[in-house]
Every structure is written in C-alpha cells, then in structure tokens.
C-alpha cells in the first residue's frame, strides 16, 4: 500500500512538474492553460504539487528576461507567481507528450466553467468584511488584500499581503488560503486566522480543521491543525502549538479595532500600533524597549497608549521631525 501511495505521489510530482514547464513555453496555447486548470482543480494534492515544483523550478533559473504584457487594473490578479523560462526543456517530446494529451482530454470533456479573479484590500487603519458568493466570509485587517477564485472543484483565496479571518462556509468543495508559499486547505466549514510575517506566515485555527503544506522543496507532507492549534512557517521550518480561546480571542481584537496586549514588549507593541497608523511609534532608547506591557488598547490612538506608558514606566514621549512619537527613558 505505501509503495502505491509512493508511486502515485510521484506520478502527481512529475506530472506537475511537466505543467510548469509547459505553461512557461510560448507556444502553450488557451486549450493547454485550460487542460491544465481542469487538472490542478481536481484535487489539493494536484494543487499542492503544482505549487511546490513551480517553486522548485523558480530556484533554478534566477535569471529571468523582463517580458511585456499589457496593463492590469490589478497585477495579482495575474498567475500566483512568475513562472522560469525553461524553454529547451519546454521543446522536448515528453513536454509537448503531455500537452497533447491534455488538450484531447479538454476536447473529450467537453466545455468547462472556469471562475473570474477578483481582489479586496483594506487601507492602513482600516477593517472590511467581505460575503462570497457561497456565504463565505474573509474579515480582512488593516493593509491586507487577498485575490478570491472560484474554479472547478476548488474555493482558492490567496492573501497577498496583511491579515485576515477566513469563515469558510459548509460546501463540498476544499476552502484553500495560499500564503507566503504555503496551500493552506479546509474541507467543508472551518475558521482560520492567517497572518502572514517577514518571510513566512502564521496559521490559527478556531474551529474544523485545516491541512497545511509548505511549499518548500524538503516539505514531504502536510501538516493538520485543528481548533486550538496554532502553527508559525517560515525559513526556519513548521512550529505548532495549542493555544488557549483566551489567546485567540487576543489574537483577533483586531475584529473590535483592539489591541490586546499580554506581556508583550514596548517594541513589540509599537511594531503592532505601526501597522495601523501613518503615524509611527520609534523606540530611540534600546534600553526601554524590553518593557512589559497588558491591556486594551484602541488601534486608531497611538497617543493614548503612549500616554498610557508614560503614565506607568519611566518612559517620556517627543516629537521626531518627521512626526513620530518617538520614546525614550525618562532621568
């Protein structure tokens, strides 16, 4: 049984591979894009696989030539992300093999419906709820966008950039988040937190469960989260852990324009203040910046919470040039 398994993961991995490589080729015509969409919608698995070697095959080739195209209203609407130009190897038979074969398999299907982009962003200091087509829900936070596709077998949201909570509503169909390099899969309903970080992403999970698979060349498997695990991946590999519905609740105060603080440092509260307001918050004196700190705090008033330091460390707030509030320790 393993060595089937074994076997069909590969046939999943070369046949991905193959797509990357065909896609990339000048000649790939619409009926080819199609067939391949047709493939990548029938399973996570073929989702997955085609992510990871695209990655693959993008840490071979760095050098890429500039191609024009024409303009967008939106550029992530585009393809997920760059493809490299293997041209020679996009010639050989086994390549144009596969592409053939795809393209008569469209033929035999007959006519498919492929769904349309569409993309939703919130400005700095701003929170907006977006209601799909199937009653799913995305609560998106300050300066986030994600580009939401609904195609055959699959619902795919794709966070760009920010932090969002995603309600996937009860439906047949997988609910994926792909972000920072990850395909992030529910089946049926669940509720994910997902935020993503310097070079990698943070995954919480409030309710069902949910498969997540680093695209990462050493990524053998997924991993499952259920409700109450939350899991960080980034260059430095997966780490999961339980947390408490206390700490979730903490996490998402966002939801009420909050920020709740538990111990976190005076710099780790002015980075999170930052991410809501024009206005910065700079720590110019390192020494202050261990200071512990707890409570609500409105995520639109910088002033009040560095008020609210000053009032209970040895802290003292100026005015820098460029309008930051910038703190330092009082003598």
Known sequence: MERDTGS?????????????????????????????????????????????????????DRARALRPGLQRPDADLLAPAPKPRLTALARSPWARGLAASAAMALIVAGSLSFGTSTAYATAIGERRVVVLDDNSRIELNTNSKVVVRFKRGVREVKLIKGEALFDAAPDARPFVVKAANAVIAADGSAQLAVRLGSDGAAVTVRKGAVDVDPVRAEAKDDMRLTAGVAAIYDSRGTRSRAVSEAEIDRSLAWRQGAI??????????AAEFNRYNHRQIR????????????????????????????????????????????LSRRS
């Open 8 to 60: 069909r993961r590969e046939a999943v991995r070369q046949a991905a591979a193959l797509w990357v490589v065909r896609l990339d080729d000048p000649s790939c015509s619409e009926a080819d894009r199609a067939a391949f969409e047709a493939w990548r919608g029938e399973s996570f698995e073929h989702e997955a696989a085609y992510e990871r070697e695209a990655v693959a095959w993008a840490r071979l």
């Open 260 to 269: 709740a603080l538990n111990g976190q440092s005076l710099a780790q509260a």
């Open 283 to 326: 720590i110019a004196d390192p020494s202050i910046a261990s200071l512990r700190l707890a409570g609500y705090f409105q995520t639109t008033e910088p002033t009040s919470f560095v008020s609210a330091v000053t009032s209970a460390f040895p802290v003292r707030a100026s005015q820098g040039e460029d309008g930051a509030i910038r």
